[in-house]
């Protein structure tokens, strides 16, 4: 069989490129390539599709959340944001560039995502609650302001149980959704029961762009507005600069391309659901890996399909039979942020189980065009590393 690789535009350009490729002529036709009618068209339709009251196009998924963090309130150098370690780097470092500092949490074991108790554990181990009900860290006195939680790999986090702890504790809520669009949990999509939600339009995401591109949902106007003024130097009106922001505008090519795929999104959405079925039903009887635990009645959107060995020696020697086998797989991520060169004033000992899922999960290929035939050589290849003692 030829190779497998872990992720193949080309395959879905090949579904999507005529619609593409009108849509960017009429772009370049009309010559208005920043904001503009093909920008607010496209905020208007993913608001929809998202079931979101509004919608702001940005330059990227980390502008996205440096913008809703500072929306929200962050910004005065020393305020303390609490994030999981097991992320992204941009997840953390947006906290940083947005003016705060992270406090790093935990996540659920099962699920990869933060947690009521893991954020609570959290707050008590590495915070203490002064006489004015403000939690500060141990280490610094900085006052905690808000939460970012992260719906990794596209699976949503419990917001409800989430938000109503925070709103216990003082604190506000922000989203980083840029794996999980079209995700929900009880029916809602993030930002519901937030400040607001980021989402990411590189390429590689569900839901990708012809390069960077991000987007904040918000229940609040006023975050909203907010948003919209930061993303524009800070200005409402020409020439007026109500305080200071960025060049963080998504491009109407970006948007027209964005517009043009989101009509594809359910498919594709479908298909990685029924891609993440036939693994965890085909691996079920295996006891060298765990499979997603995620049981939320197929709300997942599967951004990636991640396994967990049970032996963290064995993640390696699976990849490396993959690779042997033509089949493209990834680590995410190898390296958690507690333990990143870039946050060495943050680092943290004792986060055991980011450090071992760091060392133990693999992803699998599930972009939508990935065909039975080859998935099921994919099974097969793992199977039998497994029985054979390969692994």
Known sequence: MSPIPFFDLTRQYGQVGDQVKSAVLSVLSSQQFILGETVS??????????????????????????????????????????????????????????????VWTEVDEKLYVVSPETLEDALQTQCVRGEDGVFRTREGNHPVRGVLVVHLYGQMA??????????????????????????????????????????????????????????????????????????????????????????????????AILEAKLEFLPGWTDRRRVLAKRYSDAFSSQDVFRTPDWTDEGNSVYHQYTIEFHRPSDRDRVKKILSDAGIGSEIYYPVPQHRQMAFKPFFRSGMDLTDRLSSSVLSLPIFPELSDLEQAHIVQVLLDASRKGGV
């Open 158 to 255: 419990d917001m409800a149980g989430i938000s109503a702890w925070a709103s216990s504790r003082g604190l506000w809520v922000v989203e980083d959704a840029c794996q999980s669009i079209g995700a929900r949990k009880d029916g809602k999509s993030a930002g519901a029961l937030s400040k607001g939600a980021a989402y990411s339009f590189f390429p590689t995401k569900n839901l990708g762009g012809g390069g960077d591109g991000g987007l904040v949902t918000t229940e609040d106007p006023r975050v909203a507005d907010h948003i919209r003024s930061l993303r524009v130097h800070g200005s409402r009106q020409r020439y007026i600069h109500e305080e200071l922001g960025y060049n963080s505008r998504l491009d109407a090519i970006q948007a």
């Open 41 to 102: 068209r496209f905020e208007k339709r993913i608001a929809d599709y998202l079931g979101s009251s509004h919608a702001v196009g940005v330059a990227s998924g980390t502008d996205a959340l440096i913008l809703l963090l500072k929306a929200s309130g962050l910004g005065s150098g020393d305020a303390a944001v609490l994030v999981p370690s097991f992320t992204f780097y941009a997840s953390a470092s947006s906290v940083c560039l947005a003016g705060g500092r992270p």
